[in-house]
């Protein structure tokens, strides 16, 4: 069984992904990671300068539908990878996974990747108005009738603490077992 975890930049698909995986004993694979090793750079937005923003989402897609066919895995996905037909159909298609949406508010997103010094340095701005609350409201009224509809459990990390968050998941994911 693969755990998928879902949401927009800056909820914890990573930080929690990666304890999920140790308490699970299962890999961890982040997409944006694996994605930026496909191209051998080291951020998103340098596969945006030097190929474009369409190529960095081909790779992001074939990632996603690799990885997810797989098992035994903690998948974080890229926030925006759910908005992509192929990728969306694969998530929804695997019977070998729990999906997750982790829920957060716009302005705690806009606190965390604020407050995150690597942050601005390694993604891309998505708009002329960067990463503010506004746009990040706009961002998840788009995505969040997705995360929702594609999650089989939804968690709300607004104020949760990590522990607690992967103590829920690993629960969760020992009773879809």
Known sequence: MNVVLMGYRGCGKSTI?????????????DVDDEVCRRFNLPTI??????HSEAAFREAETNVVVELVG???????LGGGSVMHTESRRTIEATTQAMRVYLKCTAEELFRR?????????????????????ERITEMLAQR??????????TID?????????????AEQAGANQ
Do not use: H, M, N, W
């Open 144 to 153: 969040e009738p997705v995360y929702t509809a594609l999650a089989d459990v």
């Open 70 to 76: 797989g098992d035994g895995r903690v998948i974080a």
């Open 157 to 169: 990390v607004t104020d949760c603490p990590i522990d607690q968050a992967v103590e829920t998941l």
């Open 17 to 29: 992904g990666r304890a999920l995986a140790d308490r699970l004993g299962l890999a961890f694979i």
């Open 45 to 50: 937005s340098a596969i945006f300068q030097a």
């Open 113 to 133: 990747t604020q407050t995150d010094p690597k942050f601005s340095k390694t993604r891309p701005q998505q708009s002329k108005l960067g990463g503010s609350v």
